[in-house]
């Protein structure tokens, strides 16, 4: 027996394919074969996809489905292994080429990073084992909340089974579900999104509700929260039931206002939204689903230096922020990697605002100055250690072991991504110190014919993933600061 998907029952079918894909993942990663169910989820995950359209969540669904078809082709390659059936290798070559053809589309987006590394994964496959870690690769990949769902173009049919029904049963109340989505002053928001205290934000918000009771006639929307009371205010979105048909768009903006700046080091505030229908009634239920989390960092540069360089203290909030993403990241040690990472910052700041390094200059010239400098700073003074032994060698600087590395080039104008040459060396140092935060601090001392950028844009978080593990496991996290030396006059470059 055949049916087509209704489009109001997308939320749910989109929910269910997510779950459903949870289940068999993690059967996968513990070595189990599940190569029916991995085909049936496979399809659903496929249908969900083609509801949620091509926006950017049915797009990343999409992509999620072919990895799913890879693991499927994976999973006949182990099973014709075992049984040695003729050229099981067919299956690892589909699979390996379905992972060539999607990396292509994918290789340039920043939010596929974790999809890349399956696919790196996929491509260094020999053993039959490695399946159950890409399936766990898999089950941890996140997947973006849809919030706007549009119907299908073309009518996708499913197989459901016959269930029974109770006669004298009562029927139970069709629950309302309300996708929400949020945006701060005509900007989508961040988790976690960092605004200045003591201004008023617009804050917008987007439902798209599925269903409106009969006798219903306003939709609450109201934040809760374990913050203080006195230290937020965050607006009440009420809505009137709509005219035409479900399901309902709605949009309203209100005014954010957070009273107080946080600690540098501290975690973000966080709000929730809830969702009730007025009058109120038992039967009238509803759900809210999307982005109805919202976490919050109120950082104010003056009211809180780090360097006294401004731009160098948001590039340090938002390290710290992506820091935070990585499991096992414990807030002591990146507490202490900021506050080193921070003084390097000041370093870079200070060197184009006052040419700090003109001409050119050897490394332990360099290393000597960088730690005159750093001792200076008083969050760093006297916990600033000058050579000490790591990882059979003998460091630069450390700071609570934090392992600093300083280098030095004039070849030519440094960029992030070239100054990684030289990144194989701290990282040694920050695994063989037991820890997972280091730096590396390169002088660029090459003639300068242009005006150097931002500061904000030589500071930068570099995971660094051993080749074996093909980007899988907890990565060491660098620091990379490049300092600008042997700066122009600028009224050279104007000739």
Not at 259 to 268: E, G, K, L, M
């Amino acid at each position: 027996m055949k049916r087509t998907t209704n489009k109001y029952e997308a939320p749910y079918t989109v929910f269910f394919a997510r779950a459903r894909s949870v289940d068999i993942l993690s059967s996968i990663a513990e070595g189990k074969s599940e190569y029916d169910s991995l085909q049936k989820v496979t399809e659903l995950m496929r249908e969900a996809a083609t509801l949620l359209g091509e926006n950017a969540a049915g797009k990343r669904f999409n992509q999620f489905t072919i990895l799913l078809d890879i693991l499927r082709y994976l999973v006949q390659w182990a099973n014709a292994i075992r049984s040695a059936e003729i050229d099981p290798d067919r299956y690892l070559r589909a699979a390996k080429q379905l992972g060539k053809d999607l990396s292509r589309t994918i290789e340039n987006d920043p939010g596929a990073r974790q999809m890349c590394r399956v696919l790196s994964m996929v491509n260094e496959v020999a053993e039959v084992e490695t399946l159950s870690e890409i399936a766990r690769l898999l089950l941890f990949l996140p997947l973006p909340l849809p919030i706007l769902i549009e119907p299908p173009v073309s009518r996708i049919t499913r197989i459901t089974y016959p269930t029974k029904v109770d006669p004298g049963k009562k029927d139970i109340p069709e629950v309302s579900v309300a996708f929400v989505s949020f945006s701060l002053n005509n900007a989508s928001f961040a988790d976690p999104h960092t605004i200045e205290p003591y201004t008023l934000h617009d804050l917008a918000v987007e439902a798209r509700v599925s269903r409106w009771p009969e006798g219903a006639e306003k939709l609450v929307l109201d934040v809760v929260s374990v913050e203080p009371p006195d230290i937020y205010k965050l607006p009440t979105f009420i809505f009137t039931k709509p005219d035409g048909t479900p399901p309902y768009s709605l949009r309203e903006v209100g005014r954010m206002l957070l009273h107080v700046p946080q600690a540098f080091f501290s975690r973000p505030l966080e709000f929730s939204y809830r969702a009730r229908f007025l009058p109120e009634d038992p039967g009238a239920q509803v759900t809210v689903e999307g982005q109805r989390h919202l976490h919050i960092q109120t950082y104010d540069p003056e009211v809180n230096p780090q360097t006294g360089f401004r731009e160098v203290d948001f590039r340090l909030n938002t390290i710290r922020q992506e820091a935070r993403s990585y499991s096992g990241v414990r807030d002591k040690e990146l507490g202490s990697f900021l506050i080193a990472l921070g003084g390097i910052g000041r370093i870079a700041g200070q060197a184009i605002q006052d040419n700090l390094f003109p001409g050119t200059w050897s490394e332990r010239q360099f290393q000597a100055k960088v730690k005159e400098l750093l001792r200076s700073d008083p969050k760093i003074g006297s916990e600033l250690e000058e050579h000490p032994h790591a990882a059979g060698g003998i460091t630069d600087l450390s700071f609570r072991k934090i392992r600093i590395e300083l280098k030095a080039s004039g070849e030519t104008y440094l960029t992030i991504d070239k100054s990684l040459e030289f990144s194989n060396q701290p990282t040694q140092y920050v695994v063989g110190s037991d820890r997972r935060f280091g730096i590396l601090c390169v002088l660029d001392h090459s003639p300068k014919r242009v005006a150097p950028g931002a500061v904000a844009n030589d500071i930068a978080l570099q995971p660094m993933w051993p080749p074996e593990n093909n980007g899988a496991g907890d990565p060491i996290l660098l620091g990379v600061v490049i300092v600008r030396g042997n700066l122009a006059r600028p009224s050279d470059l104007s000739r």
